[in-house]
């Protein structure tokens, strides 16, 4: 179990609730299932899935508790490879929101002591999401006593997270005090943030971000997320067909228009060198759905 984060046990549930009811319904074993029985109950779940990667989840979860190696058995791979042509995985955007309208807008907030809390925080939130290309996971991980402070700003993550594994590097991100634009400056906000919070924060709390009510404690990543998605759509961004995650796509697909090299891409968002999920999945096109009108009616 040590070897599963918490998020792979967490999908791993309905797949193996539905393996166990399958098993139990025909009195099949359970850590011992044929090549045919897989196949019987990959196919049932056939019905029930909307892409190949969600049944791809349901092999995975049977194979952890499997004594028989059935990810290996020629008919698995040709029946997983039909799905896969069948229902094949796709990108969850065509194209993503421009980053540059909502960075303008937070740039307007400024001033900060001026600014409440909840909109510093939000601030704060975004722009690190946006700055780092990372998860809300990897953001909620952050702490305190591993930010360094100085004329760069170093934050180091040795918490697990998603992307952990055996001979990666876990996050780490670098911040330059942008002197010439304090209202973008994730130093200047950071430092601000920390004051401001430094009465509510319980002694014990290393965790960067709190909660804005009591009882005042580090919040989850799952808060993050929202704090996110309510920021996005106070900025504009149409969150019914966006998510908190999105910011990753954004940040990573602007980092791309900019120029910048996908392997740094993906070292700064957690990828391997061979991963291609960066060029599959989250590297899409920067629209202005209202560019086209605009300039042909705003003349």
């Not at 937070?106 to 909109?119: D, F, M, Q, T």
């Not at 900019?258 to 392997?263: E, I, M, N, P, R």
């Amino acid at each position: 179990i040590a070897s599963l984060a918490d998020a792979t046990i967490k999908q791993y549930t309905y797949p193996l609730k539905a393996w166990w009811k399958f098993c139990c319904h025909r009195q099949w074993p359970l850590f011992l299932p044929s090549a045919s029985q897989i196949l019987e109950f990959l196919a049932q779940e056939l019905r029930n899935v909307s892409s190949y990667s969600s049944l791809n989840t349901m092999r995975s979860a049977v194979s952890l508790i499997s004594i028989n190696e059935i990810g290996n058995d020629p008919l698995v791979r040709r029946f997983c490879r039909g799905v896969a042509a069948l229902k094949p995985p796709r990108p969850r955007y065509d194209f993503i929101w421009d980053p540059a309208p909502v960075i303008a807008k937070l740039a307007s907030i400024y001033a900060y002591e001026e600014v409440p809390l909840k909109r510093i925080t939000t601030k704060l939130v975004l722009l690190l999401a946006l700055g780092t290309g990372q998860r809300a996971q990897t953001l909620a991980a952050i702490r305190l006593s591993q930010i360094s402070l100085g004329e760069k700003i170093l934050i180091r993550c040795p918490d697990r997270t998603k992307t952990s594994a055996p001979g990666r590097y876990q996050p780490f991100f670098s911040f330059s005090r942008f002197l010439e634009h304090e209202n973008l400056c994730i130093g200047q906000l950071i430092e601000h943030y920390i004051e401001r919070i430094k009465t509510l924060r319980p002694p014990s709390c290393d965790s960067l971000f709190i909660s804005l009510s009591k009882p005042y404690r580090a919040v989850t990543a799952q808060t993050l997320g929202r704090w996110i998605k309510q920021g996005l759509q106070e900025l504009g961004i149409n969150t019914e067909t966006y998510s908190a995650h999105s910011t990753r796509h954004a940040s990573t697909s602007q980092a791309a228009k900019k120029g910048v090299s996908s392997d740094l891409i993906k070292r700064a968002a957690g990828w391997t060198g061979e991963s291609r999920t960066f060029a599959n999945f989250y590297n899409r096109p920067i629209i202005n759905p209202e560019e086209f009108s605009n300039a042909v009616l705003l003349t």
